[in-house]
């Protein structure tokens, strides 16, 4: 069990007491007045998780001294009471310790979302068709909004690889666990023999960037125009309106062609560009504050297969965290929350147990 020091449960209350008086005065200037009220609404809940842990280790005291009382029938029920404390008190330490872990900034953003067809051909493409189904769907049962920002079909149906931007509360939050290599085995459609194939699509999920996050100088860029093709709807080969943006420093080139108009494909090329070079930045700094890659949960590293879609068996295995769900048809209808819920507990548990260390 993670034990926070009294000293600091005292500074987190003492902070948040001086951040209320300060608020009551009515003397703060209105910007500062604002950046007070928000420090004070992030470490309310803090305080208060701290007040809990400090409340039930004061009561174990008590109750410490009764079991040693000489009353036969006080000690047994002080022992009895300690058994319940002691978890109760487990439970608030491991919220406070929870409340104190670093946030990742990027946690409420939306999300930049990219499916790419992997190893096995046009199977490959109509598994990225059906893992893009089971984000939307999963995205409807979040309240959150889902917009395709690319796309590229296949012959045979599904998606060479498909972008889309997924906006609501604590997108990434929640999506940034299902970076990486996606794995289905199963009897394709088109196989005569009913044999099991396996095939592969990468999923990356990356935290959309603000206009404030970086700035992009437009020298630095390369801006092509050129006449679309492929499907895209009546017209998309009669003008000049697909869009190639070259980020010169880094060589990172977006391609967008889906709109018929020029300016609509500018702005969403550039949509993307921000949020990939956003994510570079973010990759990099990481990078330097550990002094190694970061771990693949929640890293976007699209080099090593997380999760197995198994249809003859009907089950999905999350290899990172070894669980296996026989609830496959229920998970590609967007299902994913006993997925996401045991990821995000085996992450805070990592960090806990580096915090313990």
């Known amino acids: ?32 007045f604002v950046q007070v009220s928000k420090e004070y609404a992030e470490l309310e809940p803090v305080a208060l998780a701290a007040g809990e842990v400090r409340r039930l280790r004061a009561e174990t005291e008590s109750l410490q001294q009764m079991a040693q009382d000489p009353d036969e029938d006080l000690r047994a029920m002080a022992n009895e009471e300690l058994r319940a404390n002691h978890d109760a008190l487990a439970t608030a330490e ?35 068709g059906d893992l893009l189904r089971m984000y939307q769907r999963y995205a409807e049962r979040m309240g959150w909004r889902i917009e395709l920002i690319s796309s590229s079909t296949s012959e045979a149906g599904g998606f060479k690889e498909v972008v889309a931007s997924v906006t609501g509360t604590g997108v990434f939050a929640k999506l940034k666990f299902e970076s990486g290599v996606h794995r289905v085995q199963r009897v394709p459609a088109t196989e005569a023999g009913g044999r099991i194939h396996t095939s592969a699509a990468t999923v990356a999920v990356l935290p959309e960037a ?13 801006i092509d125009i ?47 560009l921000r949020t990939r070079l956003y994510e570079r930045e973010r990759e990099r700094l990481a990078a330097e504050r550990t002094g190694a890659r970061r771990s693949m949960v929640g890293s976007g590293d699209r080099s090593e297969r997380i999760r197995t879609y198994n249809f003859g068996q009907g089950r999905v ?12 048809p229920e998970i590609l209808e967007g299902e994913l929350d006993e997925l996401i819920g045991a990821l995000i507990a085996q992450d805070e548990a990592d960090r806990l147990a580096q915090l313990d260390g």
């Open 1 to 32: 069990m993670i034990s926070i020091p009294a000293d600091r449960i005292a500074a987190i209350e003492a902070r948040r007491d001086e951040l209320q008086a300060q608020m009551a005065t009515g003397d703060l200037p209105g910007d500062r």
């Open 94 to 128: 491991r919220s406070l310790a929870l409340s104190l872990l670093p946030r990742d900034a990027a946690d409420e953003r939306p999300a930049m979302l990219e499916i790419r067809a992997g190893t096995g051909g046009d199977e490959a493409a109509l598994f990225a």
């Open 210 to 222: 603000e206009d404030v996050d970086l700035k992009i100088d437009e020298k630095d860029l390369r």
């Open 226 to 272: 050129f006449r679309a093709s492929g499907p895209g709807g009546q017209g998309v080969n009669t003008t000049d309106s697909a869009v190639r943006i070259t980020h010169l420093p880094t060589g990172t080139i977006v391609i967008q062609q889906d709109e018929r108009s020029q300016i609509k494909n500018k702005a969403k090329a550039m949509k993307v």
């Open 317 to 328: 295995t999350d290899h990172r965290i070894n669980l296996t769900l026989h609830r496959l």
